[in-house]
């Protein structure tokens, strides 16, 4: 039976989320990748439990992980029943609902319909009563954001969600999402975009500020925009990397350009100046104003999650380096 680390919080840092009562750490673990049903048991429980111990405390999930979808979910669920569930009430453990889970017109998008139901199947993969934290994936075109959003409140007064958060919601559509959350006094806590080094959209969005107006705490996904942020594509694009393998839309291999390799190399160079790694360095950039309480990280080897969680040894930048990082990027 696994025994958690008892100095485990004595590293990390944590951080609130907006003016809620709720605090995240600043790196948490991310399950979209590394723990469908074609990856080992072993591994997923040697990154959970080694999260754990480093005080990782929240766990990221969604309906559709995996592959195939659901898998990450019970993939999860099986090491909690084995290996946490002692420390349930230390946890916090996040799951979304909005990208397409199964056939017909029921298992996509944001209707009351698909998100309840989707959310109770969630609860079942993973062996639970409730989760802390229940997200809209994506903004629906064709359904009123009120039916989504009061979806969400009522599974909070279900007992099924403690908070809620939104994902991939720009600025206009998460003022939408507010006022209505802010009248119906659901926890509406957290809001969960992409953000890094090379895309920075949430700034000229507007996005990043307005979660600080607002109170509500940014988590953000793809931090090292899909490992092209990590020492693995500085001499090109090996065969067994996401990339060279084919098995993400996310990164093509044509999106690794000869331009792109030569600007990945300089903030590599940048990085190496401040004693980190090109990885850690993307995370505390990320990290270095405190408008982002979290940074998401995936990682198929438990020596990858422990790179990343360095990171926080080192948030500050002086003005030189981040000019150099803009211009790198230029």
Known sequence: MYLANPSRYQS??????????????AVSLGLWHNFGDYDTMANMKALVTKAFDMGITHFDLANNYGPPPGSAEKNFGRILKEELSAYRDELIISTKAGYGM???PYGDFGSRKYLLASLDQSLKRMGLDYVDIFYHHRPDPNTPVEESMLALDSAVRQGK???VGISNYRREDTEKAYKILKELKTPFVIHQPNYSILDR????????????????????FSPLAQ??????????IPEDSRAGRGVTPFLPKSRITEDKLRMIRKLDQIASKRGQTLAQMALSWVLKDGKVASVLV?????????????CINNLTFTEEELKAIDEAIR
Not at 298 to 310: I, M, P, W, Y
């Open 298 to 310: 995936g990682a198929s080897k438990v020596s990858q999650l422990e790179d990343n969680v360095r």
């Open 227 to 236: 490992g092209m942020l990590t020492n693995r594509y500085l001499n090109g």
């Open 201 to 220: 959209w949430i700034e000229s969005d507007g996005l990043k500020d307005y979660a600080a107006e607002i109170g509500i705490g940014l988590i953000v």
């Open 12 to 25: 990390m840092k944590y951080n609130r989320l907006g003016r809620s009562g709720l605090k995240l750490p």
């Open 161 to 163: 969600a403690l908070y």
């Open 102 to 104: 199964w056939e017909g």
